[in-house]
């Protein structure tokens, strides 16, 4: 069954610090891997897309990581902001399944000053 | 930049009652797309429409209908809303061909 599951559903940090979210995927023929941010109240946005040759890829404080053999994916978040306060949910998609994506429960993260 | 407008926030509708939600984008997306969003379930995929009048059903298609008149409208409908259906819905686009998609604000539609 192709299922994607992250954890923790839910982590409070305190402003500054760093955190990793992990999802876990069984997803096959696996075709890429991708970290959306959902803020309260909206749509998820893109973050960053991870295909199956990439091992890490940045974008600002967010790092996410990607291990194909162990499917495994990592989002890091550096020196956390208020405004990171959101959901992060991972979306991987099959090879040869056009549109059909498998989307995670989420990670709610909440930033405290 | 890409914008995906959803006709309501918030709707309260009572059981029974027929239900439109209707979503626009304004990018010329071929791919349109409908989730229901629930806690700790993720997104789930209700249908999705390729071309003006095309269809597809996704994961969870029952008690749902959709209409694709024009390419830059997708409608979602509930023909006898039922507390079960109570969720936030998402609506998405995308271009053929880019797997990326964007998304709305989303509906939180309450069936009482």
């Known amino acids: 069954k192709n299922q994607v599951e992250q954890s923790p559903q839910s982590l409070i940090i305190l402003e500054g610090k760093n955190c990793t979210l992990q999802c876990n995927y069984t997803v096959s023929p696996f075709s890429n891997l991708r970290w959306y941010k959902q803020d309260t109240g909206r749509g998820p946005v893109s973050l960053t897309i991870m295909t199956f040759s990439e091992n890490t890829k940045s974008n600002g404080r967010y790092t996410a990581t990607l291990d194909a053999d162990t499917k495994q994916s990592s989002l890091h978040i550096t020196a956390s902001q208020l405004s990171d306060s959101a959901s992060y949910i991972c979306v991987v998609r099959r090879d040869n399944a056009g549109n059909m994506l498998t989307f995670g429960g989420g990670t709610r993260l909440m930033v405290k000053p | 930049d890409v914008k995906v407008t959803q006709s309501s926030r918030y709707l309260v509708k009572r059981t029974g009652e027929k239900v439109f939600l209707e979503c626009v984008q304004d990018m010329d997306h071929e791919n349109m797309f409908w989730y229901r969003q629930d806690p700790g379930l993720g997104l789930r995929l209700i249908y999705f429409?390729?071309?003006?009048?095309?269809?597809e059903k996704g994961d969870i298609p029952e008690g749902y209908s959709v209409s694709r008149e024009k390419k830059e409208r997708f409608s979602l409908i509930l023909e006898s809303a039922s507390t079960n259906q109570t969720s936030m819905y998402l609506c998405a686009s995308s271009y053929r061909g880019k797997e990326e998609q964007f998304f709305g604000p989303g509906t939180r539609l309450t069936v009482l």
């Open positions: 429409s390729y071309d003006v009048k095309m269809k």
